[in-house]
Nanobody, 127 residues
């Protein structure tokens, strides 16, 4: 399992941008698919995006397509989520997650597909 630590959250106005980072340790990052999830108060945790171990394949929730971009830097053991055109409905705690998966993406963008989790970082979109 990986140890994951998120950073980069904060308060931003609607239409603004943030970049979240997730630093991983414990094993070489290139063995793992990585994902970003979010959970708003009173709602279930939902998948936002995931990326394959190589970085060649990605998947996004419909609600963030065209606005968010996931990327990874295996050499520096970090995965990123660039969030643009933020909306109030993007407000949530954002979590990084990993799954040991050498090739491809998990079958679904669901929390059950992932094994290790970070502690989360708060993103608030408000004027």
């Amino acid at each position: 399992q990986l140890d994951l630590v998120e950073s980069g959250g904060g308060l931003v106005q609607p239409g603004g941008s943030l970049r979240l980072s997730c630093a991983a340790s414990g094993f070489p990052l290139e063995y793992f698919a990585l994902g970003w999830f979010r959970q708003a108060p009173g709602k279930e945790r939902e998948g936002v995006s995931c990326i394959s171990s190589s970085g060649r394949s990605t998947n996004y929730a419909d609600s963030v397509k065209g606005r968010f971009t996931i990327s990874r830097d295996n050499a520096n053991n970090t995965v990123y989520l660039q969030m643009n055109s933020l909306r109030p409905e993007d407000t949530a705690v954002y979590y990084c997650a990993s799954r040991y998966l050498l090739f491809g993406l998990p079958n679904t963008l669901s929390a059950e597909e992932f094994e290790s989790w970070g502690q989360g970082t708060q993103v608030t979109v408000s004027s």
